[in-house]
Structures are given as C-alpha cells and as structure tokens.
C-alpha cells in the first residue's frame, strides 16, 4: 500500500511563493518519494504516481484522503480521472475517513515542512524547480536511509510496468468524444482540429477518446481495445477474484495529434 497526500508547503520559506508537496509513502517500509507542485491537482498526482510506479513498480493499493481529485462528493461511486486511472493500472483506490488514517504520509510532511525546508535555505535554493532537482537527487535518499525501514515481510508486491504499458497515455486526462463531418471535436469549450494528414483514418463520425497528456499534448485514441487472451474477462468465473491483475491496453498506433481551431476558445495546444 502507499500513502499519497498533498499539502500547502512554504518549502523556501517565504522566498517564493506557496506550493504544495505531494508525498507518497510505502506503509510497509516508510520509503518515500515527494515532489512539490503549484497546485494539488489531478494532474500533479497522475505525475507523482507516474513517478512512484517508474522507481518502484505498480503498487496494489493507493490510499488517500476525500480530495475531490480522487472522490465525487455527490457521487461517490462514479470514478475521477484519478480513479479511473487507478483501475487502469491495476491498483485499488481507498478514500481514507480521516486525517489520522493517513497517519504515516501526514507524520512525513511534518519533516519536509521542517527540516528540509532549513536546508534548502542552507543551499542558497529559493525555487520550486531547484526543490525538486535536489529532492530527486540527494535529499530523497538520504531520507530513504535515514527514515526507511525493512518490511515486516520479506518481498516487494509492487508490480512492474510492463513494456506495452504507457503510463503517460494512462495518467492523464481522458474523455470520450464524437468526431464530426467537419474532423473538429468538442472538448472543454474549445474546438479540436484533427489534421488532414490523418485523412485515411476515417474519424467523422466515429466514437473515440481525447486524452491530454501531462505535457499539455492532446491526442486521439480511436482504436477500439480488444483484451488479450489472458485477460480477466476471457478467464473462467473462478479467475476473476482479483480484476487488479489486469493491465492497461498498449498505446494504440492510431493515436493521432488534434490542435487547437484557430481562433476557437482558449489558446492553442500541441
């Protein structure tokens, strides 16, 4: 299981401006991974857990608080982009009831928040991006030798990221949407402009998915997923206990670029 949680951090101590700083903890050796953002946003924890799943592999159980970037308040069974990436990834999503339930993530802030803020004024750093460089590099592990610990079981269930798996096209902002005769798509009150070069595709008119990355680049997703064979849903009922195990779909071949239409709401994006 790991613990994420994002808090207001004055990490420069007053030098810049407020962030926040996601923080991700392994419940069964205190190992940690924490990076610090503008926001906590659903993009900022798709990134942290991208992060998390590239140094250690695909945990099995994500637990974090009611924040609306992984509950519905109004319809608690109806999946976030978070919780609809989490399915993806084969890691079940619990909503903690309390502050206290997140006892171990919330007792790590308190040391970032204190001591290594000291030391980021020590080294002369005075921004968030030098925050993180030296996060990434020293800081993070000498944490790690310093506060780690060994399970109380032997082994790691972390899961590997398999090489059909693109974290990047499954952390990210997902929508369905319908091409239509004039190869533009609606999303977010913006007009989407698919180019003529994909012509051959065929997308007027035809069911698929919008998905921008975590680097801002939208892409069309109109292949339609087959499971493999080993797949959850192809296996008799007595194999269908854990629907974890499954994986994501690989990137299709027929992702193609969609750009802004020119002079339609917002700004134009990759």
Same mark, same amino acid.
């Given at each position: 299981m790991v613990q994420i949680d994002g808090s207001l951090h004055h990490g420069v101590e007053g030098r810049a401006g407020m962030g926040v700083l996601m923080v991700g903890i392994d419940v069964a050796n205190s190992r940690t991974y924490t990076r610090c953002y503008e926001a906590e946003t659903t993009r900022a924890a798709f990134d942290v857990c991208g992060r998390w799943a590239k140094r250690h592999g695909r945990p099995r159980c994500v637990y974090v608080d009611r924040h609306g970037i992984y509950r519905h308040e109004d319809h608690p069974q109806k999946p976030t982009q978070f919780g609809r990436a989490m399915k993806l990834v084969g890691g079940e999503l619990i909503c903690a009831h309390s502050p206290q339930a997140k006892g171990r993530v919330e007792s790590r802030n308190a040391v970032w928040q204190d001591r290594r803020g000291k030391e980021l004024r020590l080294r002369g750093i005075s921004d968030m991006h030098g925050a993180n460089v030296l996060r990434e590099g020293k800081l993070l592990d000498e944490l790690n030798r310093r506060y780690a610990g060994s399970a109380a079981k032997s082994g790691d269930l972390h899961r590997p990221v398999q090489a059909e798996m693109v974290l990047e096209e499954i952390l990210c902002v997902q929508d369905p949407r319908v091409g239509g005769q004039d190869w533009c798509v609606r999303? &977010?009150?913006?007009? =989407? &402009?698919?180019?003529?070069e994909h012509e051959a595709l065929a997308l007027a008119g035809r069911r698929?998915?919008?998905?921008? =990355?975590?680097?801002?680049? =939208?892409?069309?997703?109109?292949?339609?997923?087959?499971? /493999?064979?080993?797949?959850?849903?192809?296996?008799?009922? /007595?194999?269908? /206990?854990?629907?974890?195990?499954?994986?994501?779909p690989a990137a299709p071949t027929g992702c193609v670029t969609v750009y802004a239409a020119t002079g339609v709401g917002g700004h134009p994006n990759q």
């Amino acid at each position: 299981m790991v613990q994420i949680d994002g808090s207001l951090h004055h990490g420069v101590e007053g030098r810049a401006g407020m962030g926040v700083l996601m923080v991700g903890i392994d419940v069964a050796n205190s190992r940690t991974y924490t990076r610090c953002y503008e926001a906590e946003t659903t993009r900022a924890a798709f990134d942290v857990c991208g992060r998390w799943a590239k140094r250690h592999g695909r945990p099995r159980c994500v637990y974090v608080d009611r924040h609306g970037i992984y509950r519905h308040e109004d319809h608690p069974q109806k999946p976030t982009q978070f919780g609809r990436a989490m399915k993806l990834v084969g890691g079940e999503l619990i909503c903690a009831h309390s502050p206290q339930a997140k006892g171990r993530v919330e007792s790590r802030n308190a040391v970032w928040q204190d001591r290594r803020g000291k030391e980021l004024r020590l080294r002369g750093i005075s921004d968030m991006h030098g925050a993180n460089v030296l996060r990434e590099g020293k800081l993070l592990d000498e944490l790690n030798r310093r506060y780690a610990g060994s399970a109380a079981k032997s082994g790691d269930l972390h899961r590997p990221v398999q090489a059909e798996m693109v974290l990047e096209e499954i952390l990210c902002v997902q929508d369905p949407r319908v091409g239509g005769q004039d190869w533009c798509v609606r999303w &977010q009150n913006r007009w =989407l &402009q698919i180019g003529r070069e994909h012509e051959a595709l065929a997308l007027a008119g035809r069911r698929g998915l919008v998905k921008q =990355l975590g680097c801002g680049e =939208l892409i069309v997703d109109n292949r339609r997923w087959k499971p /493999a064979g080993d797949h959850p849903c192809n296996r008799g009922p /007595a194999s269908r /206990a854990d629907p974890r195990v499954s994986l994501a779909p690989a990137a299709p071949t027929g992702c193609v670029t969609v750009y802004a239409a020119t002079g339609v709401g917002g700004h134009p994006n990759q």
